[in-house]
């Protein structure tokens, strides 16, 4: 391959051993500042050492390897058809809301009760939890709508799409990036479905700025979704229909499966950073 060597001397494991001690430091912290200041707070400065912990390793291996930042990174495709992106995002999205709806359905069946002792999930920060709950929302609407998208592209879907890649050879890695993507999610099943297309999207169009773009709109509209039942308390409690929750499985499940039949990678598909480009044009998209 292409390029190969480059990614060679990118070592994953040296991030998961930062972010272990990273976690053990955390627990320290939010220890360390029980009585001091409100949870919510530590949160958010939790939350943005954590991203630029995973872009300070992102950033210190590409300056080691001397990375070709542009093929790596790409350019918007022209003529994209930015509709298709927004229905196979419209499809995971409503695969969340589907296994969120089911879950809930089958813990209301095991004890009716147990929905209304469970704790708030909310996005959003309250004065009755911190004095700076409006400031902490938009920093945390920032991180998690502009920096996560960003941060996660380059890591799971750029970086480790094409270690594992050479490790074991693209559908591996595809699944392998995806299993990792999702684990650090609490939505594993959803997280693990979009970090699949991701993945594709990335190595169809050869720039990791269109899932960078997906990744966007997605979390957009999963704050827009908590925007909207914030107007309605006590509505995800409530909600556990088994009828909604096949409607929105059956129709998520189509549109994913279509849009996996339809770009499911090919035997000749390479990662962005290891393919030629012939005429202008990206070698997968060459062949296709």
Not at 28 to 52: K, R
Not at 96 to 124: A, K
Not at 164 to 173: D, E, M, P
């Amino acid at each position: 391959m292409v390029n190969e060597a480059v990614f060679e001397h990118i070592k994953v494991r040296y991030l998961f051993l930062w972010l272990i001690v990273f976690f053990i430091l955390a627990v320290f912290l939010y220890a360390g500042t029980t009585n001091l200041v409100a949870e919510a707070e530590v949160d958010v400065v939790v939350s943005f050492l954590f991203y630029g912990l995973i872009s300070l390793w992102i950033i210190r291996n590409f300056h080691r390897v001397k990375m070709n930042n542009e093929k790596f990174f790409g350019h918007l495709p022209l003529n994209y058809n930015w509709l298709y992106l927004f229905i196979i995002i419209f499809g995971v999205i409503i695969l969340s809301l589907g296994l969120g709806e089911l879950s809930r359905y089958i813990l209301s069946t095991i004890d009716p009760n147990i929905l209304n002792e469970l704790p708030s999930t909310s996005f959003f920060y309250n004065q009755s939890e911190t004095p700076f709950a409006p400031i902490l929302n938009y920093i945390e609407f920032i991180v998690a709508v502009i920096i996560a998208p960003i941060v996660e592209e380059i890591l799971f879907r750029g970086v480790m799409l094409h270690r594992f890649t050479i490790k074991w050879g693209v559908k591996w890695a595809i699944l392998a990036s995806s299993i990792i993507f999702a684990l650090f999610h609490a939505d594993i099943i959803g997280a693990f479905i979009f970090a699949i297309v991701m993945c594709i999207l990335y190595i169809k169009t050869a720039s990791i700025l269109v899932p960078i773009v997906a990744h966007i709109i997605n979390n957009l509209l999963a704050y827009g979704f908590e925007i909207m039942l914030s107007f309605s308390p006590g509505s995800t409690v409530a909600s556990h229909s088994l009828e909604v929750a096949v409607l929105l499985l059956t129709v998520s499940i189509m549109i994913i499966l279509y849009f996996l039949y339809r770009n499911w990678p090919q035997r000749y598909w390479r990662p962005p950073y290891f393919q030629e480009v012939y005429d202008g044009i990206p070698e997968n998209l060459y062949y296709d």
